[in-house]
């Protein structure tokens, strides 16, 4: 033991650095495992702090689209009463839609245009003339059913565009 002493006494001071350095090594690392775990830390929760904003956003917008269309559906549906009770619309200004029996400016539909035969070759295919009416008529509500839906269509997608911007 008598040499561990000797070479203690003898190099103390660079022993002495030695452990001042291995301490110094030490604080370094744990500041610095310190630092690392705090900006670790810090990205995760901006992360989650931007996830959670988009998730907000995707609630948002689909919140705001089932809004319009509930709101484009129930004018459609508004519309389309209107239609089938074929009473004026007063949203549109001026658009009516009399029964052809009134006194409107629009001239009634013949039963049959001028110099068709009354009867075809093809007796299947050919309508009764209260078909032929029938068919009109629904042809008449058809058009008008599509295009009260396109417009409603077209509405809708104008609105869901404009949240969107």
């Known amino acids: 033991m008598n040499w561990l002493n000797r070479f203690l006494l003898a190099n103390w001071s660079h022993i002495l650095d030695a452990l001042l350095l ?3 090594l030490l604080c370094g690392m744990q500041m610095g495992e310190s630092r690392v775990q705090k900006a670790w830390d810090a990205e995760k929760q901006k992360i989650a702090l931007a996830q959670a904003r988009q998730e907000q956003h995707v609630a948002d917008v689909r919140l705001t689209q089932s809004q319009i269309t509930q709101e ?3 004018e459609y549906a ?6 089938a009770d074929r009473q004026p619309d007063s949203r ?5 839609n009399f ?3 009134s006194g409107s400016d629009l001239p009634s539909i013949p039963k ?8 075809r070759s093809d007796s299947l295919s050919a309508p009764s003339g209260d078909a032929w009416e029938v068919s009109c008529e629904q042809l008449s509500k058809d058009a008008e059913q599509t295009t009260l839906m396109l417009l409603e269509i077209q509405r809708w997608l104008h ?3 404009e949240t969107n911007k």
């Open 22 to 24: 291995l301490i110094a």
């Open 72 to 74: 484009i559906s129930n």
């Open 78 to 83: 508004k519309r389309s009463k209107l239609l």
């Open 92 to 96: 549109t200004g001026g658009v009516c």
């Open 99 to 101: 029964p052809a029996t």
């Open 112 to 119: 049959a245009p001028a110099g068709a035969a009354s009867a």
């Open 159 to 161: 609105a869901i565009q």
